[in-house]
């Protein structure tokens, strides 16, 4: 459905991305990970249209090139910020309601005045994320882990062919970590398409289908979770080990147990 070739970015003389081949299947959660600055941002900056770059990306075959963030978004390519910017002086139902359809803002807002906002679909979104509770709820009244949950949701409400997660897990404790992988997972089920960046590596590695391993802007893996967290270039990359160091710390399999979120290593 969705899919990169040959993708590069360059900012000045930093080459964020190098040659980035990458593919998302239809219902697919799928997981950009790699270490701090390996330019998983930039790849969904990419993807979205908030960064110029080379070579192609295609949504349902269809080359997106020149197209703005606004066009793209409303192809179906949807993303979350690793900030969460929600509307402090709307309910959480009508955070959502103004996502709903890919409408117009006038349209949005006219539909929240009048009180017509769509109430089936916003309440089936909030009962796939599990926030039917907090429907009329102000944002400013929910944890952190909460308005995360929320920005997912508005981002759900858009119905998206593909929705691009940015670190949704940051500054989530481990319990509300395991939530959201929990509801990510159960969106996928329920046939959202998504691309998962996130340094929670319970998190990616437990509910993905699919992962790709970024280093220094270019891909060093691609495979099943099972399969990458025993890879030894992806020790490597996340260990900074030389070569003899590594088979010996995959054969142990530290990684394995960092990865597993059973020690804070
Ligand atoms: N706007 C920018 N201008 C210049 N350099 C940038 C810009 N954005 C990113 N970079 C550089 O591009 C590289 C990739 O950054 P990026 O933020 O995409 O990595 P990341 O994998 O998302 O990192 P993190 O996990 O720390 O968020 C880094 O070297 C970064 O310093």
């Known amino acids: 459905m969705l899919q990169?070739?040959?993708l590069s970015v360059s900012y000045g003389g930093v080459a964020a991305l190098r040659d980035v081949d990458l593919d998302v299947g239809e219902g697919r959660l799928v997981g950009l990970i790699g270490p701090n600055g390996a330019g998983k941002t930039t790849f969904i900056d990419a993807l979205t249209g908030f960064a110029a770059y080379r070579g192609a990306v295609t949504l349902d075959g269809r080359d997106l090139r020149g197209m703005t963030p606004h066009e793209r978004f409303r192809l179906g390519l949807a993303r979350t910020w690793q900030t969460t910017e929600l509307?402090?002086?709307l309910t959480v139902g009508e955070n959502i309601a103004v996502a709903r359809h890919r409408l117009s803002l006038p349209n949005a807002v006219k539909e929240i005045i009048t009180g017509s906002s769509g109430s089936g679909m916003v309440d089936g979104?909030?009962?796939l994320l599990g926030l039917r509770w907090a429907r009329d709820a102000m944002p400013g009244d929910l944890?952190?882990?909460q308005r995360k949950l929320v920005g997912v949701a508005r981002a759900v409400a858009s119905q998206p062919r593909l929705l691009c997660l940015d670190e949704p897990a940051a500054g989530l404790d481990t319990h509300e970590s395991t939530q959201l992988g929990e509801r990510l997972r159960a969106l996928a089920d329920a046939g959202t398409s998504m691309l998962l960046v996130d340094h929670d590596m319970g998190l990616v590695l437990g509910v993905c289908d699919w992962l790709f391993v970024l280093e220094f802007g270019e891909l060093i893996a691609s495979g099943a979770p099972a399969e990458i967290r025993r890879d030894p270039r992806v020790v490597r990359a996340y260990l900074g080990l030389e070569d003899d160091e590594v088979?010996?710390?995959?054969?142990?399999?530290?990684?394995?147990?960092?990865?597993?979120?059973?020690?804070?290593?």
């Open 4 to 6: 990169t070739s040959g």
């Open 87 to 89: 509307f402090d002086d």
């Open 125 to 127: 979104v909030l009962d």
């Open 143 to 145: 944890s952190e882990g």
């Open 247 to 265: 088979v010996g710390k995959t054969r142990n399999a530290e990684f394995v147990v960092a990865c597993d979120g059973t020690e804070n290593s």
